[in-house]
């Protein structure tokens, strides 16, 4: 099977249909929300340029306003799927059986291939590490978990037009997240391991270096996040009922006179959690460039500390968030299972660093 060009596009046609109920809205704005990977200036740029009918009839203006029962047709250009390949790229396995592996993971690794990435991911390495085949979304139908070396029940495109398959994941870490995770190799393996995830029974504990003395030194922040109406790459809190919920547990493990490292107990899963839940509290993650924690929040910003902490951001140029522990029922045996990874050397000789100049 030969590996098409991760970068080859070709056209697709992206269809909506506007739900009862639903109050008018502008032509852009809807399309964005409803189009994964899109922002609001590409979209707009489409409609100028005839890509987008409505009820058969090109638009003309990203201004219109939908009505519920109008039907949008969108002629977007898309990446062709990628073949997802195996890669001879070491991995810090910390368990494996017959239906699983639990690794951790290094910072600047993607977990799958996506767009801009399309290989040197977990995901390719994992294929590797099991001896498994290349698979592209196309061959999911047919796929063996025997061939594939991993689960494939649930490694399909999550929207029209994702051009990636996932094999093995039940959950992710972002890319410069380091610490624990666990793959399937069996899709048993996935659908028991997916509704644990789903009853949120499994026991997932961070580190992260932030930002100021957390006050109370532990508690609970609950808020429902979603996509940034100014930037659809960044997560942020949003009104009542607009987004999903999430939960998430705080402790003081160390405090500084300016940073605290903390541990953070995930209830829920949402994509950057921790850091959205941490910078909302005023505690930004050290390092984090997306939700301001890559410069000094708390503190003096002049003179020899300015120099100091603008050395140790350069030496460790991401969010100092570290996935700690890793706990669930085994699949297969029924037995619990934890583990533990400790911090990095570069986060580990970060939260020194701070110890010896800044501690209480």
Known sequence: MSAPDPYERVEAVLTLDVPPGQSPIRLDVYVTEKTANATRSKVQRGI??????????TAKKPSMLLQPGDHVECRVIK?????????????????????????N?????VVHPAYGHPSGTLVNA???????????????????????????????????????????????LDKDTTGLMVATKTDTAAAILGKQFAERTIRRRYLALVWG?????????????????????????????EGKWAATRYQTVEAFRDMTLARFQLETGRTHQIRVHASSMGHPVFGDATYKGDR?????????????IHNLLKAHPRQA?????????????????????????DTAHLVERIRTIEGA
């Open 48 to 57: 100028k340029d005839g890509r987008v009918d409505v009820n058969g009839k």
């Open 79 to 103: 990446m062709a799927p990628i073949e997802v390949v195996p890669e001879d790229i070491p991995l810090d396995v910390v368990y494996e059986d017959d239906v699983l592996i639990v690794v």
């Open 105 to 109: 993971k290094p910072a600047g690794m």
């Open 126 to 172: 994992l294929l590797w590490h099991v001896g498994g085949d290349p698979i592209r979304a196309d061959d999911l139908e047919d796929a063996d978990d025997d061939d594939v070396g991993l689960s494939t029940s649930t490694a399909g495109p999550r929207f029209e037009g994702d051009p990636t398959v996932r094999p093995g994941l039940v959950h992710r």
């Open 213 to 241: 003395v957390l006050d109370p030194e532990e508690g609970r922040v609950e808020s429902w996040l979603g996509r940034s109406p100014r930037d659809r790459r960044v997560m942020s809190v949003r009104p009542e009922g």
């Open 296 to 308: 000094i929040v708390y503190g003096s910003a002049v003179g020899t500390r300015k120099a100091f």
């Open 321 to 345: 968030l570290h996935a700690h522990t890793l706990g669930f029922t085994h699949p297969a045996t029924g037995q619990d299972m934890d583990f533990e990874a400790p911090l990095p050397a």
